[in-house]
């Protein structure tokens, strides 16, 4: 059962142009959300988080958008660059409950130039 | 500083071997997991240590054990690998429960 889904494995867009990836989750009882940025053979990095108390968090030009009532949240990256290209994972978690993240399976994203 | 470490980066086993897998993170943090990602599975966590003295298993546990050593260090065993624990494995450590993991660079294992 897939708590946390990404549903489009790969993504592709041109230098300059908005990158949007999208994630789904079903368990309601998630209040905390990642993204994280991984290139090949490298360890994931965090990218950005929000709490289910906000809708919205920005860190340059990251922005993370959460629609509680629809279960969705989605990743904006503007403009994006060559070196943004990487595979990202959306993850989940309960911050009352046990200590550990649910991730999604990824969307690997292609920045053109 | 390193942050999270893990020994080794690469190996091949033997269906029936057995092998630790070894994390270290120097950032003072108490809680450590072990993730495995295959494709088209994302990274699955196996078993996680929220704090010293403490484990519990995560979503896929079984082939597996773990020992939290120290607040350090906490390593993976498989007692007798199979091709299905083919995969690449992740340690990583938090501050405190559920803020961001910083992940190692992981191991890429593969049992024959």
């Known amino acids: 059962d897939q708590q946390v889904k990404q549903n489009s494995p790969s993504l592709s867009v041109q230098e300059g142009r908005i990158s949007i990836l999208n994630c789904d989750y079903t368990?309601?009882?998630?209040?905390?959300f990642l993204w994280y940025k991984k290139y090949p053979a490298e360890g994931p990095t965090f990218l950005i988080s929000?709490?289910?108390?906000?809708d919205k968090n920005e860190d340059g030009r990251f922005t993370v958008f959460l629609n509680k009532s629809a279960k969705h949240l989605s990743l904006h990256i503007v403009p994006s660059q060559p070196g943004d290209s990487a595979v990202y994972f959306c993850?989940?978690?309960?911050?009352?409950?046990?200590?550990?993240?649910?991730f999604g399976t990824g969307t690997r994203l292609q920045v053109t130039l | 500083n390193a942050g999270v470490t893990q020994t080794p980066k690469f190996q091949v086993l033997k269906t029936g071997q057995s092998m630790t897998l070894q994390c270290a993170q120097d950032?003072?943090?108490?809680?450590m997991y072990w993730y495995r990602q295959d494709p088209g599975m994302g990274l699955r966590l196996i078993y996680y240590?929220?704090?010293?003295?403490?484990?519990d298993k995560g979503e896929v546990p079984n082939g597996y054990n773990v020992s939290r050593l120290n607040k350090r260090e906490f390593s993976l065993r498989l007692e007798s690998a199979a091709p299905s624990q083919t995969s690449v494995y992740f340690c990583?450590?938090?501050?405190?429960?559920?803020?961001?993991?910083?992940f190692g660079q992981g191991t890429r294992l593969t049992v024959v």
């Open positions: 990583a450590s938090s501050e405190v429960r559920n803020t961001e993991a910083f």
């Open positions: 368990n309601s009882m998630f209040d905390y």
């Open positions: 950032m003072n943090h108490n809680s």
């Open positions: 929000i709490s289910s108390i906000k």
């Open positions: 240590s929220a704090s010293e003295g403490t484990t």
């Open positions: 993850a989940a978690t309960n911050t009352g409950t046990a200590s550990k993240l649910t």
